[in-house]
């Protein structure tokens, strides 16, 4: 009978069926067209990215060759993290990074570091008795030698210098007791007398000094909340009236769902005026994850429907600004685990690689350059 079904369905959304709930979500009518060859075709390369992120272990994979067949830009997932890089002082680790280095130059794929200073730090930085002269010393000499890394390298573009340091309330992302795996330790090193962190200043000093060929991104991720924003947009223009260089501003689109954000108007609304205040201020704007959580451990057409629709119409957002300075756009992942007990259905392939609804709405949102979203909620 399941069979039997699913030939059905596939029957009907082939005979030019307009109802989105008949649509596969297995085998979605797609573009067969490659996301790479559709904005190499349609879009300014310099001041247009799409992507997608790849994990050290998904290097000389299936996965690697979907990537190389669908994209040329690249997050390297949490290989350059101090987590991985420079877990203990006397712990250096550049394994992973050499491998994305190699897979980069290799196949000439464009990348953004995404190894911030932040929250997701290592366990020795979090243990509560560490010392701010500790703290001090470990995320300088982390962030001076990994920037030393990467300056010279031809295809690394971009890098988060300091992730998720306000939180959605507007306050500054604080460390915890214990070694909490989202708190951010930095914070206890003081701030200056403006109230700033010192980390954050000083990382940007860091890498302005040690990267000056890359550019350098202000990392956040959240919602669409004000109080947060306006607090990373002031705490940028403080920073560039000091002379520090600020290059870019870079949002985590980590969607749900359960959460309206993607599909609505208003918080879209807000997205764009977030993406021209960025362009006014001379800065790009990246979008340097995106995902979408869907709910439950059986995804109906309907909620594949949502998901496509709600990583299109952030791309869209971009598609209408792309004229107005840079925007990049980067999945968050490719595939979703096999494991269904993780309820990991948040990616644009399926935990076998066939594209989901989501690769065709935006292989067709890229090649017709649409920038109407579509309102589901």
Same mark, same amino acid.
């Given at each position: 009978?399941?069979?039997?079904?699913?030939?059905?369905?596939?029957?009907?959304?082939?005979?030019?069926?307009?109802?989105?709930?008949?649509?596969?979500?297995?085998?979605?009518?797609?573009?067969?067209?490659?996301?790479?060859?559709?904005?190499?075709?349609?879009? =300014? &390369? /310099?001041?247009?990215?799409?992507?997608?992120?790849?994990?050290?272990?998904?290097? =000389?994979?299936?996965?690697?060759?979907?990537?190389?067949?669908?994209?040329?830009?690249?997050?390297?997932?949490?290989?350059?993290?101090?987590?991985?890089?420079?877990?203990?002082?006397?712990?250096?680790?550049? /394994?992973?990074?050499?491998?994305?280095?190699?897979?980069?130059?290799?196949?000439?794929?464009?990348?953004?570091?995404?190894?911030?200073?932040?929250?997701?730090?290592?366990?020795?930085?979090?243990?509560?008795?560490?010392?701010?002269?500790?703290?001090?010393?470990?995320?300088?000499?982390?962030?001076?030698?990994?920037?030393?890394?990467?300056?010279?390298?031809?295809?690394?573009?971009?890098?988060?210098?300091? =992730?998720?340091?306000?939180?959605?309330?507007?306050?500054?992302?604080?460390?915890?007791? +214990?070694?909490?795996?989202?708190?951010?330790?930095?914070?206890?090193?003081?701030?200056?007398?403006?109230?700033?962190?010192?980390?954050?200043?000083?990382?940007?000093?860091?890498?302005?000094?040690?990267?000056?060929?890359?550019?350098?991104?202000?990392?956040?991720?959240?919602?669409?909340?004000?109080?947060?924003?306006?607090?990373? &947009?002031?705490?940028?223009?403080?920073?560039?009236? &000091?002379?520090?260089?600020?290059? +870019?501003?870079?949002?985590?689109?980590?969607?749900?769902?359960?959460?309206?954000?993607?599909?609505?108007?208003?918080?879209?609304?807000?997205?764009?005026?977030?993406?021209?205040?960025?362009?006014?201020?001379?800065?790009?704007?990246?979008?340097?994850?995106?995902?979408?959580?869907?709910?439950?451990?059986?995804?109906?057409?309907?909620?594949?429907?949502?998901?496509?629709?709600?990583?299109?119409?952030?791309?869209?957002?971009?598609?209408?600004?792309?004229?107005?300075?840079?925007?990049?756009?980067?999945?968050?992942?490719?595939?979703?685990?096999?494991?269904?007990?993780?309820?990991?259905?948040?990616?644009?392939?399926?935990?076998?690689?066939?594209?989901?609804?989501?690769?065709?709405?935006?292989?067709?949102?890229?090649?017709?350059?649409?920038?109407?979203?579509?309102?589901?909620?």
């Amino acid at each position: 009978m399941k069979k039997i079904f699913i030939v059905f369905i596939l029957f009907i959304s082939c005979s030019g069926s307009n109802n989105e709930e008949e649509v596969s979500i297995e085998n979605p009518q797609q573009n067969v067209e490659s996301f790479k060859k559709i904005i190499s075709d349609n879009y =300014n &390369k /310099d001041s247009f990215k799409f992507g997608a992120t790849l994990n050290f272990f998904q290097l =000389n994979s299936d996965t690697e060759k979907l990537f190389l067949k669908e994209f040329t830009y690249t997050t390297a997932e949490n290989s350059f993290k101090q987590t991985i890089v420079h877990p203990e002082p006397d712990i250096w680790n550049w /394994d992973r990074v050499d491998a994305f280095i190699n897979f980069a130059n290799t196949n000439n794929v464009e990348m953004r570091v995404h190894g911030p200073i932040g929250p997701q730090s290592s366990t020795w930085a979090k243990e509560d008795f560490r010392t701010k002269e500790e703290l001090t010393k470990n995320y300088e000499e982390f962030l001076t030698e990994l920037c030393k890394k990467i300056n010279n390298e031809k295809n690394i573009k971009w890098m988060d210098v300091v =992730n998720e340091t306000i939180g959605s309330n507007g306050e500054w992302t604080d460390k915890k007791d +214990g070694t909490n795996k989202w708190e951010n330790p930095w914070t206890q090193i003081g701030k200056n007398n403006d109230g700033i962190p010192l980390y954050i200043i000083r990382s940007f000093e860091i890498a302005d000094q040690f990267a000056p060929n890359i550019s350098l991104v202000f990392n956040q991720h959240a919602g669409m909340q004000p109080e947060m924003w306006d607090k990373v &947009k002031e705490t940028i223009l403080y920073l560039k009236n &000091k002379g520090i260089r600020i290059d +870019g501003l870079g949002w985590q689109a980590h969607l749900r769902d359960n959460v309206v954000l993607s599909l609505n108007k208003e918080k879209l609304d807000y997205l764009l005026s977030l993406i021209d205040w960025a362009h006014q201020n001379n800065l790009d704007f990246h979008i340097t994850e995106i995902d979408y959580r869907l709910v439950g451990t059986n995804p109906t057409s309907s909620q594949y429907n949502r998901q496509a629709h709600g990583y299109t119409n952030i791309l869209k957002i971009l598609i209408s600004k792309r004229n107005n300075g840079v925007v990049t756009y980067n999945t968050w992942g490719v595939y979703d685990k096999n494991d269904i007990s993780s309820h990991e259905f948040k990616y644009i392939y399926d935990s076998n690689l066939n594209p989901k609804k989501a690769v065709d709405e935006l292989k067709k949102a890229l090649k017709s350059k649409s920038i109407i979203p579509k309102y589901l909620d």
